[in-house]
């Protein structure tokens, strides 16, 4: 299968993905409950369309096992083209993150094209999750995400995968990305540092939950 005709489609419809990708983007950076001046819920917000160059590479290896993409079907199978991830200093803010993205779907606005899912590697963390009707699936890589991906109500070729963390989990993810992306790594001290990392990570977002919980109280 010639990857580069299955990429031109991908460019053909870039345009597409740009309008939603912007659409989706300006939601969480416009709603007021998520964005108070003195106490907003949303740190920051980034966001891309995937390269054209990583999807070929991603394309390569995915035809190993699986040869039925096509560019028929591409954007069937392909589902983070667009990409947004949405940031927060602790995990007492998830709720109200979720429940805004439900919101989008509730109105219409928005259409899952899956169910949501909480990516961990704490089965401690399960019950919370599960609170929120998320699927969870705890990864032995120690990645932790929680994961929507979203179409417009009218074009279901479209999708926009939501990854919403926190900002621990952020840098967590971004050390592991430069390591592991687009090979991973087998250094089996790397491998193992990195799952030290996350321990770090998942007790500092404990820590900034209570932090914040404390000063709740005390106001």
């Known amino acids: 299968m010639n990857t580069k005709n299955i990429v031109e489609e991908y460019k053909k419809n870039k345009y597409i993905f740009q309008r939603f990708l912007n659409a989706v983007v300006d939601s969480f950076n416009l709603e007021p409950e998520l964005n108070n001046y003195s106490h907003p819920i949303i740190h920051s ?33 392909i589902t983070d083209l667009a990409g947004v991830r949405v940031l927060h200093l602790y995990q007492d803010q998830l709720p109200i993150i979720n429940k805004f993205i439900m919101s989008m779907v509730e109105r219409g ?6 169910p949501p899912t909480a990516y961990s590697w704490d089965p401690e963390a399960q019950k919370f999750f599960e609170s929120l009707n998320l699927d969870v699936k705890i990864k032995e890589s120690y990645y932790t995400s929680i994961h929507y991906v979203v ?65 709740t109280i005390k106001n």
């Open 109 to 114: 606005d928005w259409v899952l094209n899956e």
């Open 151 to 215: 179409q417009p109500a009218n074009d279901a070729r479209i999708k926009c995968e939501i990854q919403v963390r926190t900002l621990f989990e952020e840098i967590w993810g971004e050390i592991d990305h430069t390591i592991n992306y687009p090979e991973k790594s087998q250094s089996i001290a790397t491998k193992e540092q990195l799952r030290v990392l996350s321990k770090l990570v998942s007790t500092g977002s404990r820590l900034a939950d209570s932090i914040f919980r404390l000063d």
């Open 45 to 77: 917000v980034k966001y891309r369309l995937k390269d054209e160059s990583h999807l070929e590479m991603k394309l390569q290896r995915k035809l190993k096992t699986s040869p039925e993409i096509t560019s028929e079907n591409l954007f069937d199978n």
